[in-house]
């Protein structure tokens, strides 16, 4: 059974620190490095960025601490967020939210749950204390 | 192919939503409400210079202060530059507004007890890890984690996180500062206002870009290149920029969060346009 933590806020964006704070506070306790991090905030500040949440609706945070690394699942989230996932656009257009979680982390999935659609993003580290960036 | 670049609001002589000669017709209007009392004139001129307000005070509402009441702050910049302006002096009505219009909503946090500047001991702290971060990498040869950035810099994990945090905070405030410059940008970017910004020039080789790239510079260009197409790390950026990592980190931010502002303005005019 894997530890999870759990977090739910307002959409606000003044909220999206506390956030980033607990993926730090995870990164501290578990030793993960400076760049790990900073790629696990940057697609969680992206995601949140997105807009693509049920309105009226908190924002939930899971993190889930696995084995070989971290899962981080987002939501509920509306199905546009899928179309922007699947619009990996090319270099002359720029930098798409596909094109940069595929960057920052190794797998990104979508999965129904909890009556929503939820976005779970894994990054995995080689090893604890040396966790590299993707 | 891209739409061809309209004027943004920030270029010199933008047009905003103006046709034609907007100088003329923005002189002409603050002649007629200056010389000849037209508050008709007036009021179109307000109008008219509402998306700059608007796109002000986008930057400064990620406090969770609502973004229509800091349109409404910045509105009475806005008004208080259109009555104090001297239209026998040959500035543009923009160069003197936007200052004015900061202004106002820097007294608006001012007055709520909100100070911009980050707290000296965290903006320390934050330098400090920037360099530590370089120190370790190399000394390491790997990221160096939170613990150890703590142990270093002699501070708690909670510490490290919260300067970090600043970091952030910072990137985002920093949208409003030159993009160009070294580490030792100025923490607090709000000074430093009231100048339009070169970015935001329209140039040739831009107007083919897609929306969003084009508020880009060259260098966070090569940044966004080098990080999503190439997939480099920021340290191995940082290397090959000759910048620091957590500035690679910052003109990351920076980079994107320009980006999304750009396509969201686009969106937005489309769907006036549309309407």
Redesign the interface.
């Known amino acids: 059974m894997s530890d999870r933590i759990r977090l739910t806020f307002p959409r606000d964006e003044s909220y999206h620190g506390v956030a980033r704070l607990v993926v730090g506070g995870l990164a501290a306790r578990l030793s993960f490095s400076f760049e790990y991090l900073e790629d696990l905030q940057l697609a969680l500040d992206s995601l949140l960025a997105n807009g693509a949440y049920q309105a009226g609706s908190d924002v939930t945070l899971e993190l889930l601490v696995e084995e070989d690394g971290v899962e981080m699942c987002v939501g509920p989230v509306t199905p546009a967020l899928r179309t922007d996932l699947e619009r990996r656009l090319d270099e002359s257009e720029g930098v798409g939210l596909g094109r940069l979680l595929a960057t920052l982390v190794e797998s990104v999935e979508i999965e129904s749950r909890d009556g929503g659609e939820w976005l779970r993003l894994a990054k995995r580290t080689p090893s604890r204390g040396v966790a590299a960036s993707a | 192919m891209a739409p061809p670049r309209e004027a943004h609001p920030f270029s010199r002589g933008g047009c905003l939503g103006v046709s034609a000669t907007p100088e003329r017709t923005d002189r002409e209007l603050l002649r007629r409400y200056h010389h000849d009392g037209d508050v008709e004139a007036r009021e179109r001129l307000i109008e008219q210079y509402l998306p700059l307000v608007r796109s002000l005070a986008r930057r400064y509402?990620?406090?969770?202060e609502q973004l229509e009441d800091l349109v409404q702050v910045g509105c009475i910049g806005l008004i208080k530059a259109i009555d104090r302006f001297d239209v026998d002096r040959g500035v543009e009505l923009t160069t003197y507004a936007t200052p004015n219009i900061i202004g106002e909503i820097k007294r608006h946090f001012r007055d709520k007890g909100w100070s911009i500047r980050v707290p000296r001991g965290l903006q320390e702290l934050n330098v400090k890890l920037s360099k530590l971060?370089e120190e370790l990498t190399v000394q390491l040869e790997?990221?160096?984690?939170?613990?150890?950035?703590?142990k270093a810099a002699s501070v708690e994990?909670?510490e490290?996180?919260?300067a970090?945090?600043t970091g952030?905070?910072y990137s985002t405030l920093s949208l409003s500062a030159p993009s160009s410059g070294d580490d030792n940008e100025d923490l607090d970017p709000l000074e430093s206002l009231g100048e339009l910004e070169p970015e935001y020039e329209v140039s040739e080789d831009r107007a083919v870009?897609?929306?969003?790239?084009r508020v880009l510079d060259e260098r966070e260009r090569k940044i966004?290149?080098l990080?999503?197409?190439d997939?480099l790390?920021?340290?191995q950026i940082a290397q090959q920029v000759g910048i620091s990592?957590m500035h690679v980190?910052r003109l990351?931010?920076r980079s994107?969060?320009k980006?999304?502002a750009e396509i969201a303005t686009d969106t937005t005019d489309s769907e006036l346009r549309a309407s």
């Open positions: 509402s990620y406090r969770g971060i790997r990221s160096p984690t939170i613990p150890e950035l703590a994990e909670e490290v996180l919260e970090l945090e952030q905070a870009l897609a929306p969003g790239l966004l290149h990080r999503f197409y997939g790390t920021q340290s990592q980190s990351i931010r994107l969060e980006m999304r």
